[in-house]
């Protein structure tokens, strides 16, 4: 395959309610796209950065210089998707950068072949269970409105966004409400330290599937002190960043959870590796999200049906962030979502709405 060039487009999509985390709140979302043009099919790839740096160090603006300055012209030459890590291994981080051109470039690789991103990566089922990510909330009434309508939608399964002065008051009140039968969990990004490990052992009340990186990213050791007081069952976002850091994580007992969001690890071909790996250590893995459209969706329902993604994700529908998507709307039946099939990521976006969401598009040629 010979790679010609590739599109940067910038989208911008409103989401239905503010997404409120630890680190700031989402009301609107600036993505950028790629698009691989090479002498087979062409492909695509989500950026998954934010628009600042506040939960990795990754931020959008710097993805795209990153792509124009080092990483379109370091894959020059590269022929395969499996080329383009080795290609840019020499450059330090920028993990989601170099994931979405990996993404565009195996999408257009698979494509050309006609094999799908589900039988590429290694995918066992046809459909995958959904959960839903649930922000911090400005009062429990409105907590336990919108996790009510959420199970009324059929998820499978809740987590919890908590900070300090949003945690066990909030867990409490969604088991009073909706019973011990609901799948729970919480997510801290890096909200917590230490200190705080006696106050998070009051979780342990609430039988949570686990606590999602409750301290800083790079406090590894911190995590494995913490595991050994608490009940609930550590799982590391934000300090897996590489299949290396996950087996270290495994290693010194920080975390017995992985969520494999693949932007942070540098893409899907790293994501199976740390699947790969976790599986061999018994250790259960689950596909996290960064409110992707449709079109990152797609690779991440791949992911997510492979046989070590054995809890829920955070691999929700379309609906749950957009009115609008940019590709044909992922619509839950039963709770589940169907792998797509199709080559490559199995969907495109639709070109009356991309253009419609479309901010700036730039041509980078090779
Ligand atoms: O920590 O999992 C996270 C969204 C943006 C940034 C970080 C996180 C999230 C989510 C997942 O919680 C939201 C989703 O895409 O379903
Ligand atoms: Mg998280």
């Given at each position: 395959m010979k790679i010609e060039g590739f599109e940067l487009r910038r989208i911008a999509l409103p989401i239905v309610t503010p997404f409120r985390t630890s680190?700031?709140?989402?009301?609107s979302r600036d993505i950028l796209l790629v698009k691989a043009i090479t002498d087979g099919a062409e492909g695509w790839g989500e950026c998954v950065s934010l628009p600042q740096p506040v939960y990795s160090p990754e931020y959008t603006e710097g993805a795209v210089d990153m792509l124009k300055r080092y990483f379109i012209p370091g894959v020059a030459g590269v022929k395969t998707a499996t080329d383009v890590a080795p290609a840019l291994h020499k450059y330090k981080g920028h993990p989601m950068a170099k994931a979405v051109i990996e993404t565009a470039i195996l999408d257009a690789e698979l494509r050309t072949e006609g094999?799908?991103?589900?039988?590429?990566?290694?995918?066992?089922?046809?459909r995958v269970p959904c959960g839903v990510s649930v922000g911090i909330m400005d009062s429990i009434p409105e907590l336990?409105?919108?996790?009510?309508?959420?199970?009324?939608?059929?998820?499978?399964?809740?987590?919890?966004?908590?900070?300090?002065?949003?945690?066990?008051?909030?867990?409490?009140?969604?088991?009073?409400?909706?019973?011990?039968?609901?799948l729970l969990q919480v997510d801290a990004n890096t909200a917590y330290t230490l200190r705080d490990a006696r106050h998070l052992a009051k979780l342990?009340?609430?039988?949570?599937?686990?606590?999602?990186?409750?301290?800083?990213?790079?406090?590894?050791?911190?995590?494995?002190?913490?595991a050994k007081m608490l009940k609930t069952p550590i799982c590391l976002d934000e300090s897996v960043t590489s299949a290396q850091t996950?087996?270290?994580?495994i290693r010194l007992g920080a975390t017995s959870v992985i969520n494999i969001?693949?932007?942070?690890?540098?893409?899907?071909?790293?994501?199976r590796r740390i699947?790969?790996?976790?599986a061999a250590a018994g250790i259960p893995v689950w596909c996290g999200g960064m409110l992707e459209t449709g079109l990152g969706r797609a690779a991440n329902i791949a992911l997510a049906s492979l046989p070590g993604f054995t809890l829920p994700g955070d691999v929700s529908a379309s609906d749950r962030f957009y009115k609008t998507d940019?590709?044909?709307?992922?619509?839950?039946?039963?709770?589940?979502?169907?792998?797509?099939?199709?080559?490559?990521?199995?969907?495109?976006?639709?070109?009356?709405?991309?253009?419609?969401?479309?901010?700036?598009?730039?041509?980078?040629t090779l």
């Open positions: 680190f700031g709140t989402q009301t094999r799908s991103f589900a039988r590429e990566l290694g995918s066992v089922n046809e336990l409105d919108a996790v009510g309508g959420y199970i009324d939608e059929g998820y499978v399964r809740i987590k919890l966004k908590i900070e300090p002065g949003w945690d066990i008051e909030a867990v409490r009140a969604v088991r009073e409400r909706f019973g011990d039968e609901v342990d009340d609430f039988d949570l599937l686990l606590i999602e990186q409750p301290l800083e990213e790079e406090d590894i050791v911190g995590h494995a002190d913490l996950a087996a270290a994580a969001k693949p932007g942070r690890v540098g893409g899907y071909l790293e994501a699947h790969d790996l976790a940019i590709t044909e709307p992922w619509v839950m039946e039963d709770g589940h979502l169907t792998v797509p099939t199709g080559p490559g990521l199995g969907v495109a976006p639709i070109p009356e709405l991309l253009e419609e969401f479309t901010t700036s598009v730039e041509w980078v």
